[in-house]
T-cell receptor, first 118, second 115 residues
Framework: ETGVTQTPRHLVMGMTNKKSLKCEQH?????MYWYKQSAKKPLELMFV???????ENNSVPSRFSPECPNSSHLFLHLHTLQPEDSALYLC?????????????????FGPGTRLTVL | AQSVTQPDIHITVSEGASLELRCNYS??????LFWYVQSPGQGLQLLLKYFSGDTLVQGIKGFEAEFKRSQSSFNLRKPSVHWSDAAEYFC?????????????WGAGTKLIIKP
């Protein structure tokens, strides 16, 4: 595997379910991101991990819970979601300097998980 | 506050014709500017970026973009499109190296290629 992979590619879940999205990067990067992509809207940054430490939580509801066990893996745990949470969830990674991720860093994206909440 | 506007939701171009996708930004200082492309079923891929220097930037797949400070624009161009260029294109602005790492994204322009 190369680049950034995400599993599953598609997920349908009920509002009472618990599921997890997985992201793995094979690029040796040290920063990872979760984005939400809804139709006709700009990408929304949800979470950022620098060197496995969460450094950003953009007012994301607690029904989304990230986990970064190491610099290569990132999870997004989902529980009691709402239909408006249906979207494409994208994972990205970048190589940050010792000062942490910068907006000049090129981000490499996975193909996304298409989530549908019924 | 920073913002990015891509005025065209859809653009239809004939194969072999030239292309220009518009991007306007709002930011007080010199921005870092990016164009990404998202092919169907794929993640986003960086086409090109501008940080400083020559305002005409060359990217992959034959794309280029020109930074025009006076117009707060960073339009993407290609002289002759191919059917494989059909995708969604996103412009993004970075706040700067001494600021945070967040990119401000446009809503995207979907490029449709007519045979």
């Amino acid at each position: 595997e190369t680049g950034v992979t995400q599993t599953p590619r598609h997920l349908v879940m009920g509002m009472t379910n618990k599921k997890s999205l997985k992201c793995e990067q094979h690029l040796g990067h040290n920063a990872m991101y979760w984005y939400k992509q809804s139709a006709k809207k700009p990408l929304e940054l949800m979470f950022v991990y620098n060197f496995k430490e969460q450094t950003e939580n953009n007012s994301v509801p607690s029904r989304f819970s990230p986990e970064c066990p190491n610099s290569s893996h990132l999870f997004l745990h989902l529980h009691t979601l709402q239909p408006e949470d249906s979207a494409l969830y994208l994972c990205a990674s970048s190589q940050a300097t010792s000062g942490g991720a910068q907006s000049t860093d090129t981000q490499y994206f996975g193909p996304g998980t298409r989530l549908t909440v019924l | 506050a920073q913002s990015v506007t891509q005025p065209d939701i859809h653009i239809t171009v004939s194969e072999g014709a030239s292309l220009e996708l518009r991007c306007n930004y709002s930011y007080g200082a010199t921005p870092y500017l990016f164009w990404y492309v998202q092919s169907p079923g794929q993640g986003l891929q960086l086409l090109l970026k501008y940080f400083s220097g020559d305002t005409l930037v060359q990217g992959i797949k034959g794309f280029e973009a020109e930074f025009k400070r006076s117009q707060s624009s960073f339009n993407l161009r290609k002289p002759s499109v191919h059917w494989s260029d059909a995708a969604e294109y996103f412009c993004a602005v970075g706040a700067g190296a001494d600021s945070n790492y967040q990119l401000i994204w446009g809503a995207g322009t979907k490029l449709i290629i007519k045979p």
